[in-house]
């Protein structure tokens, strides 16, 4: 009898012949029979095994299933506000969002229990630079109210080990009762602790581009959001910082991580949510991948998945945008976003627009990677990227500043979803750099109230066609333009930017 006879074959046979089966016993052919079905039954199982891939622990019902979870929506009354700093005496015609020293001054004041800040560095007076800056005021003023909460509050602050920069604050925060822990991000990838986010009380948080630094509040233009009153994207993104403080202590990567660190919510599955009485789909990615528990979208993924579900538009704002590593050794092309960025404006016909900084510190090799993305354009075959430079204007009090007068936006629209970051845009900071960042989609939403995503547009516009915005073309001396626009380099300059 054939191996590949079916079932039903055999009991037709067996039947027309009187089959074994009204015998006193078997004879032999129906022990082949059987045989000849079990090595059949058998294959098939090894077969399938062998062609069916395994189901991923990271996939968002795996992870729900190891932490006995499911997946809900929030019903926490969340509310959102963009903010921003506007360095001094840079003027727009429309209206700014609050200020990002107005959030942390009422993420203080909120405070009630605990303050977890996950940073990259602590320059909040004017001892790093030496000067006697009036603008550091309001820096000065978070590093005295964040002294007063660390001896009422559990005040945790995860920091980068930063040889030979300034520790003054940190000393001051740690008399105070603030409990820091450094992260030797170098030894452990090679990258730095470049997060900046704030969470209080685990139910208000903010993320967004400035560091704790007294220039990001007065003479650096920064982007970020904060959230009040949702304790359901809070518990998420305090599972990163408790990722940070982890290996601060262990200076180890955990692999795998422990489930408590593991997330329901990511590009696929985001967790669902009133912002602003808005429904929403939101979620926290994470770099670099080896920091990504189980369930956690890696923040590159998230950059390429956004840009991939927009349909009309891609507008980018970083200070530096470049498809290749910048700090390793040898430095390497790396062209996963730039890669995206051209298929979308031709395969879907995005318009696409990149809002670069342009200062002294500028990569120069940026520059000819901003031009050749800037000649993708051709409106007889609906080609249509833009490259523009940013240039924060300095008097000659504002030009001895060190590492200020700069754009230092970290962040992306398109038509469906807004992008809030903490990273630069170069290999680097995916691949061994720690940064987060923010998603929010409310597409489809019937509110009257304007989406976070066209408040976040109303930003990239304003500064798109403002005096400070300049086109790049293939002539263009962009070097020129950069240097001219601030004092040169300080001397002492830490590894990645500011």
Known sequence: MKTD?????????????????????????????????????????????????????DHPASVAS???????????????????????GLEFNSSSNPSIFQAWSRLMSEAR????????????????????????????????????????????????????????????????GAAIRTVDMRALTSGVLHTKFWVVDKKHI???????????????????????????????????FEAYWLVGESESIPSPWPSSFSTLYNKDTPLQLPL????????????????????????????????????????????????????????????????????????????????????????????PFLKSLSSVHDSKNKLDI???????????????IPYARVNHNKYMVTDKVAYIGTSNWSGDYFLNTAGSALVVNQTGSQSPDPSVQSQLKAVFDRDWHSAY????????????LCMRSIAPTPQIQPREEL
């Open 66 to 88: 190891r932490l006995g979870e499911k997946l809900e929506s929030c019903s926490d009354p969340c509310r959102i506000v963009l903010v921003e700093s506007i360095p001094e």
């Open 276 to 367: 602003n009485s808005t429904p929403s789909s939101v979620y926290l990615s994470s770099s670099p991948p080896s920091f990504c528990a189980a369930g956690r979208t890696p923040d590159l993924q998230s950059i390429l998945s956004v840009m991939d579900d927009a349909e009309k538009f891609i507008y980018i704002a970083v200070m530096n945008y470049l498809p290749t590593t910048e700090f390793t050794h040898p430095k390497r092309y790396w062209a996963d976003i730039d890669t995206q960025l051209r298929r979308s404006a031709f395969e879907k016909r995005v318009g696409v627009r990149l809002l670069i900084s342009c200062w002294p510190n500028s990569p120069p090799v940026m520059f």
């Open 206 to 240: 903010y993320i967004g581009s400035a560091n704790m630094d007294w220039r990001s509040l007065t003479q650096v233009k920064e982007l970020g959001a904060v959230v009040y009153n949702c304790s359901c994207l809070a518990a998420d993104l305090e599972k990163i």
């Open 5 to 57: 006879v079916t079932y039903n074959q055999m009991v037709d046979e067996d039947s027309r012949r009187q089959g074994c089966s009204r015998r006193a016993r078997l004879d032999s052919r129906c022990w082949i029979a059987l045989a000849s079905l079990a090595c059949v039954l058998v294959a098939a199982v090894v077969l399938y095994r062998f062609l069916t891939p395994p189901a991923s622990s």
């Open 113 to 176: 229990s605990s303050v977890d800040i996950a940073s990259f560095y602590w320059t909040l007076t004017n001892e790093d630079t030496g000067t006697h800056e009036p603008t550091a005021s309001q820096g000065e003023e978070v590093l005295k109210r964040l002294a007063e909460l660390s001896g009422k509050l559990d005040v945790r602050i995860a920091v980068d080990l930063q040889g030979g920069k300034p520790q003054a604050d940190l000393t001051l925060l740690r008399d105070s």
């Open 469 to 480: 915005s300049t086109p790049v073309t293939h002539s263009s001396n962009l070097k020129n």
């Open 386 to 400: 833009q490259v523009r430079l940013f240039v924060v204007p300095a008097d000659p009090r504002q030009k001895q």
